[in-house]
């Protein structure tokens, strides 16, 4: 108990220092402090998906009736556009919660809309796949609902947990700017942060000020990733339920952060502890509660449908609107542009890292990608401003934020070939264009369409940061249906934002279905 | 008869972050042709990583392995090998599986079809040529193992615990066929290595045992079976063998 305890207390006093900082800092404060307070947003928001995600992905794997109910709702949630949460923020905290609280709780949780969903559906995803021999065993030695949770269901997705976790904090970052700074309708809202501060500069178009904000973000990413994420994904290693038997991994071994890893994991059980002992009390209620959670969400989604159009018929239809078949149109192709642009170097560097074993290319690409590419967005929008520059700028900004998703699916498609196969191969002497036809193209295209899958999703996520941007009086803006969605938000208007964010959202799900979930399920075998 | 296989101070040693793993070290052994060599040895003393040493899969920290007078540096030359978890590729139907390793000296489909299908035929399933590995139970899918190995006509063939993951009655099926292909003088394999825990299974097949001890491991027995075929699990004699080894191990 002490250790859950002083997790606990650690935790409080860490909330409470962050809300002293908070309120003592403003928009001229320190870089340093300004990126300390970003880095504790992050992290809180951080904790919450975490929490969230054990939650949703847990409920949803072990019911398939939960699964019906969670899934579909993910889904959506997760191809609503950062920006389209606005409306909901500004009404969940920023009238609710007058003030700083407001603001800063509206932020962590438009951190948290960047963070929770993949890590729900790895969760999801992980244990769905679990070995079932886990499951007997756990019920054959008559292992307890909590005791499955704690020895079975958390190592088996802490993996998982780690992967998504470290995918989650660079989305947070590529979308920090436009999480820092909250603007609906006339009113903008500039959060204490290195975000923010970035964001400031580049309006002001101050380019000393802009740099030092992206050294900053960018040293404080490197950090992050070698002390604390590459440590984890090693230590993560081990705990991977797939034994190979030829193969010998040797158990990722660190005294200080053995040490580290042994308390924090006895910690968070007995955190978990904690939680079980409300979990009892609540437990007669849990399904009126549950039952009840969904209820208001679909409900609150209807209201949602049902103002908009409500708007729509007593003010009439915005004159934007009439441009959002062009704009999805623009968008689309924009991101099959940037999508095959993407696949053109992937999939020979990801070959090439798998083929001559170049792990450092591996560490420095996990490094690259938690950069966050919108930092640099700025920039960007100063060099190609104008005409067909500005849509070079806007393919270069939607690949930075779709691509690593197909590059570490593609990479890890090739290294999940078992090495039986490989050897297989070896014994038998297939020439490289045997192995490429035979094994490494066949066991590539089902991570090949995950990848798609999410990488289309962050395109398109990643349009309303995009089509708009501005460094000083450079700016351009380019019409798609992300520029549209930012413009409304901009103005305020909530008949348009409603309906651009419906649209969206349709797009998206109509692709998802109709695309990549039938070639998912199209058994690819190729002869 | 000739020196099939030289293995000579053969050393091979893992690292880990800090710490040093030595699997074996100053083994030496030769095989000669036409034998059926087992190896058995505690587990976890490097039985599997010594095959594939020899299969040219790893390589040896010192020492040196010599196949048919050349030294083994890749994987090449005239040995198969069959995999305790089978290896098959999932995407590939039975008699794509069989026919890979002709396909990969470039011969043309009718060709290399016709071949699978002998040694489909071979291990007993004909009529699954069309079959995908995930509709196979573990037997039919280490015989279809079994005739990929056999189909590129090895010279020495290399069994990684090939009977380990089959049930009782399947594995002793399978054993009985794999006997009967190596005794037969115009089908491959004229030698096998195979590596193995079950030690009934080392003295009904072999002509050699040899006995590895644990880590780093050394050979501490090498026990020549001289026992006529088809043997007798029950007969004295065989008790006696199995008596030997057992007394080695512990």
């Known amino acids: 108990m002490i250790k859950g305890l002083s997790l606990i207390i650690f935790l409080a006093v860490l909330i409470t220092g962050f809300y002293y900082l908070d309120i003592t800092s403003s928009q001229n404060s320190s870089p340093f402090l300004?990126?300390?307070?970003?880095?504790?947003?992050?992290?809180?928001?951080?904790?919450?998906?975490l929490a969230f995600g054990l939650f949703f992905g847990y409920l949803a794997a072990r019911s398939s009736r939960a699964e019906r109910l969670v899934i579909p709702v993910l889904d959506i949630l997760q191809s609503v556009p950062i920006v389209g949460f606005f409306p909901l923020v500004f009404v969940l905290f920023l009238t609710t919660f007058p003030g700083l609280i407001g603001i800063e709780l509206s932020c962590i949780f438009l951190i948290f809309t960047s963070m929770a969903w993949n890590l729900a559906f790895g969760v999801f995803e992980s244990w769905k796949t679990r070995d079932p021999a886990l499951d007997e065993v756990a019920n054959s030695f008559g292992l307890t609902n909590k005791l499955k949770f704690l020895k079975?269901?958390?190592?088996?997705?802490?993996?998982?947990?780690?992967?998504?976790?470290?995918?989650?904090?660079?989305?947070?970052?590529?979308?920090?700017?436009?999480?820092?700074?909250?603007?609906?309708?006339?009113?903008?809202?500039?959060?204490?942060?290195?975000?923010?501060?970035?964001?400031?500069?580049?309006?002001?178009?101050?380019?000393?000020?802009?740099?030092?904000?992206?050294?900053?973000i960018l040293s404080s990413v490197l950090f992050i990733y070698v002390f604390v994420w590459k440590p984890l994904l090693k230590w993560s290693k081990s705990y991977y339920l797939k034994p190979e038997k030829s193969i010998f991994i040797p158990r990722y071994y660190n005294d200080f952060y053995e040490f580290l890893g042994n308390f924090l994991s006895e910690a968070v059980k007995e955190v978990f502890e904690i939680l079980f002992f409300f979990y009892d009390i609540i437990k007669p209620y849990r399904k009126k509660i549950l039952y009840g959670l969904f209820y208001i969400l679909i409900l609150g989604s209807l209201y949602f449908v049902l103002q908009t159009a409500y708007y729509l018929f007593s003010y009439g239809f915005d004159s934007s609107l009439s441009s959002i078949p062009l704009a999805i149109l623009y968008s689309f192709l924009r991101i099959l542009i940037a999508y095959l642009l993407s696949l053109l170097?992937?999939?020979?560097?990801?070959?090439?890292?798998?083929?001559?074993?170049?792990?450092?290319?591996?560490?420095?690409?996990?490094?690259?990608?938690?950069?966050?590419?919108?930092?640099?967005?700025?920039?960007?929008?100063?060099?190609?401003?104008?005409?067909?520059?500005s849509e070079v700028g806007v393919i270069i900004m939607i690949m930075l934020g779709m691509m690593w998703y197909l590059f570490f699916n593609v990479l890890a498609g090739f290294n999940s070939i078992p090495s039986d196969l490989e050897e297989a191969s070896k014994v038998f002497k297939l020439n490289s264009f045997l192995y490429f036809k035979r094994v490494l193209f066949p066991a590539v295209i089902p991570s090949l369409i995950v990848g798609s899958i999410t990488a289309w999703g962050a395109g398109w996520?990643?349009?309303?940061?995009?089509?708009?941007?501005?460094?000083?009086?450079?700016?351009?803006h380019q019409l798609g249906i992300g520029s549209l969605l930012v413009d409304s938000v901009a103005k305020g208007s909530q008949a348009s934002t409603g309906v651009i964010i419906i649209v969206f959202v349709l797009v998206v799900l109509l692709l998802n279905k109709v695309v990549w979930k039938k070639l998912l399920s199209h058994k690819l075998r190729v002869n | 008869m000739s020196d099939l296989l030289v293995v000579k101070d053969l050393r091979k040693v893992y690292e880990t972050n800090d710490r040093q793993l030595e699997l074996f070290k100053d083994l030496?052994?030769?095989?000669?042709?036409?034998?059926?060599?087992?190896?058995?040895?505690?587990?976890?003393?490097?039985?599997?990583?010594?095959?594939?040493?020899?299969?040219?899969?790893?390589?040896?920290?010192?020492?040196?392995?010599?196949?048919?007078?050349?030294?083994?540096?890749?994987?090449?030359?005239?040995?198969?090998?069959v995999f305790q978890s089978f290896g098959l590729f999932p995407w590939l139907n039975v008699i794509d599986n069989v026919a890979i390793g002709l396909e990969a000296k470039g011969m043309n489909k009718k060709d290399r079809y016709e071949i699978a299908k002998k040694y489909i035929e071979k291990v007993g399933l004909d009529g699954y040529e069309e079959t995908y590995p995930s509709e196979l139970s573990g037997g039919m899918k280490q015989r279809v193992g079994v005739a990929r190995a056999l189909a590129v006509t090895p010279t020495l063939l290399c069994m990684d615990e090939p009977f380990s993951a089959l049930d009782a009655l399947t594995a002793e099926n399978l054993r009985e066929e794999v006997l009967l292909l190596w005794e037969d003088k115009e089908f491959p394999p004229?030698?096998?290595?195979?590596?193995?825990?079950?030690?009934?299974?080392?003295?009904y097949m072999s002509t050699r045992i040899l006995v590895l001890s644990e880590k780093p491991a050394k050979l501490i027995k090498d026990v020549k079976i001289s026992l006529d075929r088809p043997r007798n699990k029950k007969s004295e004699e065989f008790q006696e063998y199995t008596d030997l080894i057992y007394s080695c191990l512990t």
């Open chain 1, 345 to 389: 170097w992937i999939f020979p560097v990801c070959f090439l890292i798998y083929k001559y074993k170049l792990s450092f290319f591996d560490v420095i690409s996990q490094a690259i990608s938690s950069l966050p590419a919108s930092a640099l967005f700025p920039l960007i929008a100063l060099v190609f401003s104008g005409g067909i520059l």
């Open chain 1, 152 to 216: 079975v269901f958390l190592p088996s997705v802490s993996p998982t947990l780690i992967y998504n976790s470290i995918l989650s904090w660079s989305i947070a970052w590529f979308f920090l700017l436009v999480s820092e700074v909250i603007s609906v309708g006339n009113s903008t809202n500039y959060v204490h942060g290195v975000g923010s501060f970035l964001a400031f500069s580049a309006i002001q178009g101050n380019l000393p000020n802009t740099l030092i904000g992206l050294g900053l």
């Open chain 2, 28 to 81: 030496s052994f030769t095989m000669e042709d036409r034998e059926f060599v087992s190896i058995i040895g505690p587990s976890g003393c490097g039985k599997s990583t010594l095959l594939r040493l020899i299969a040219g899969l790893d390589k040896p920290t010192s020492g040196s392995i010599v196949f048919q007078g050349q030294k083994v540096i890749n994987e090449n030359l005239g040995i198969s090998m």
């Open chain 2, 190 to 203: 004229d030698s096998v290595l195979m590596v193995t825990h079950n030690v009934e299974e080392a003295v």
């Open chain 1, 461 to 476: 996520n990643a349009l309303v940061i995009s089509e708009v941007a501005s460094f000083g009086h450079t700016t351009y």
């Open chain 1, 34 to 49: 300004l990126l300390l307070l970003t880095l504790f947003r992050m992290f809180f928001a951080l904790l919450l998906s």
